[in-house]
């Protein structure tokens, strides 16, 4: 795992876009995408770098970690609305390549084994977006889900829909369920970028990069995986105990290692 740590938001999102701009221009051809309003410094980066220096998604499909269960696509709220939105309606990516859970399936549970199985035929992942919640959910795999769970129907914590009804008109019109890539799924992207900043956020990226590994912290799972870069600014890196190690570690990084 490689910490980086930045001063501020935008310095974020340029860190963050420099690995999916290097992994699309490598040949990556799958995404993964993420929502809220972490990743929102990344896409407008990546949007300006397809308009004013022509990085192209053309070649590329997406998929998104999670979807609301209820909410039709054409929902403001939807994430396959959000994500069409802030994102990939402002590149050259075909909208019909652009994936998401079916929230408002017959019957939800398969249409979730059915999702993980798209994901499955379809790739690894190549590069994987996430934020993380204050409580270190990262998707919406809330505190006490398998760390080697898959894509499945999962029910919101009070707290993450407290904090998500900023969106809506309510608290009461947030959903209750989701459909969320498991924490195994999410594991089998190659490579996964973690963005956090902001003071609120760093006491969950201390848990999730130094705590121990535990269902209680879902994003604490990033420990076992071969390939994470962890994207944070000042605020977000506050309780981190090795922070200035990481700062070391990125000063004096070999000249052919990306991240």
């Known amino acids: 795992m490689e910490v980086v740590i930045r001063q501020h ?72 609305h959000v994500i069409r939105a802030e994102f990939t309606n402002h590149i050259d990516i075909d909208s019909g390549r652009v994936h998401s859970p079916n929230g408002i399936a017959d019957d939800i549970f398969t249409a979730a084994d059915e999702y993980d199985a798209q994901i499955a035929a379809a790739g690894p992942v190549d590069v994987q977006l996430l934020g993380i919640g204050g409580n270190g959910h990262i998707g919406f795999n809330e505190p006490g889900s398998s760390l080697a769970s898959r894509t499945r129907v999962k029910t919101l914590t009070e707290q993450t829909r407290r904090d998500n009804a900023r969106f809506f008109a309510g608290i009461d019109e947030v959903p209750r369920h989701v459909i969320t890539q498991g924490l195994g799924t999410i594991c089998d992207a190659r490579h996964l970028v973690l963005i ?3 003071g609120h956020k760093a006491e969950a990226i201390a848990a999730a990069v130094e705590g121990p590994l535990t269902a209680s912290c879902p994003a604490s799972v990033l420990q076992l995986h071969r390939h994470v870069t962890v994207v944070v600014d000042d605020a977000a890196a506050g309780q981190l105990k090795n922070a200035d190690f990481y700062r070391y570690a990125l000063k004096h990084k070999p000249p052919q290692q990306k991240y």
């Open 9 to 80: 938001e935008q310095q974020c999102g340029a860190t963050a876009a420099d690995i999916f701009a290097d992994a699309v221009t490598s040949g990556a051809t799958t995404l993964g995408l993420a929502t809220g309003s972490s990743p929102l410094s990344v896409y407008h980066e990546l949007i300006r770098r397809h308009r004013k220096e022509g990085l192209s998604f053309a070649g590329a499909q997406a998929f998104l970690l999670d979807e609301y269960v209820g909410l039709p696509p054409s929902h403001p709220q939807s994430y396959a």
């Open 196 to 198: 956090a900043t902001g």
